[in-house]
């Protein structure tokens, strides 16, 4: 899980396809590949060292100065006396001494540091997910999802995606959200997510066997969460609504709506298309009922027009007899100003 700035700058990235152990193999490879360039120098020019201590350079002694000398800084009881020799010394065993530390804390930072600080930024993050939205799929439908949660007013910081796409998700990034690379099929994905403590999540995974199986894992974590659902199928409806999705949205069936509605006259697939937008004139608005509300019938309300409501879950329209006297507890539906409103 990463957090990027929108305006950091974006570099490209391609995932390695060694692994842990074999990158690790190759970097030691190359420090002693380094390590066994200087000491071939020093062999050759072997007499132009000097040993303080017995007067004698064997292989031994040109193996622990070429360690040390590449490690350290050396110690002085082997030092260079002629030119050529502190000149190789100069130009080529300190680029080594560096290239050398360079790959060791580059490891370090690679399996260590880097590892712990993922954690620990992770952690951060997830203190803060409470009340959010989670995406997982990040396709079309989970795209234009974002952008409509952003012109809705939605904190992109409180909106996490999960993909396994990388393209999907640095797009995902530059738009602030959270981004998770991995399977939302998987308990431990939904659960660094947070699911539990999500208000909504919506799964649009691109197949509708992924999509439930998506939906029936984050059901078994959270009772709570409103899980809402994108299939392509009408047999898969009902098997989503089973798995667990308060909302089921079929994008082929909706398209069917509004071509159909289109027919009865010019205006009525352009008002339902503006009641779903953010930027409409008009706005379809869920809300509980308030003790204003109470004992008034759903056509008096002053807060908007009143389409529909529901109560101990069932589904009551503005023209039903139930519909004239509005209890607390009622769900009500209600078409509100929208932001285009002139």
Known sequence: MRLKNRDEELHLRRRSGLPDWASLGLRILLAFLLVGIALVGHWLDREGLRDNIDGHISFIDLLY??????????????VPVTNSARLFDT???????????????????????????????????????????????????????????????CDPANIVVIDRDERALADAEQCGAVVLDGDATRDKTLEIAHVAQAS??????????????????????????RISAVVRSDDNEPLARQAGA?????????????????????????????????????????????????????????????????????????????????????????????????
């Open 65 to 78: 100065f070429t360690m040390i000398t590449v490690t350290t800084v050396g110690y002085g009881d082997i």
């Open 91 to 153: 130009f080529v065993v300190t680029p080594i001494r560096l290239f050398v530390w360079l790959i060791f804390l580059g490891t370090a930072y690679d399996f260590l540091l880097r590892r712990t600080w993922y954690r620990w930024r992770m952690k951060v993050i997830q203190r803060r997910l409470t009340g959010h939205v989670v995406i997982a799929g990040y396709g079309t439908s989970g795209t234009e999802a974002l952008r409509e949660l952003q012109r809705r007013g």
């Open 200 to 225: 909504t999540l919506m799964v649009s995974a691109g197949r509708d066997d992924t999509t439930i199986l998506i939906v029936l894992t984050a059901r078994r974590l959270s009772e709570n969460v």
């Open 246 to 342: 308060d909302v089921v949205i079929n994008p082929a069936s909706f398209a069917g709506l509004l071509l159909a509605g289109s027919t009865n006259g010019p205006h009525v697939a352009e008002y339902l298309t503006d009641l779903a937008a953010a930027h409409g004139r008009v706005a379809l608005r869920e809300r509980d009922a308030t003790p204003e509300d109470v004992g008034r019938p759903l056509s008096a309300l002053t807060t908007g027009l009143g389409v529909r409501m529901f109560r101990k879950g069932e589904c009551i329209g503005f023209d039903q007899r139930e519909a004239e006297n509005i209890q607390l507890g009622d769900r009500i539906v209600e078409i509100v100003r929208g932001t285009g409103q002139s």
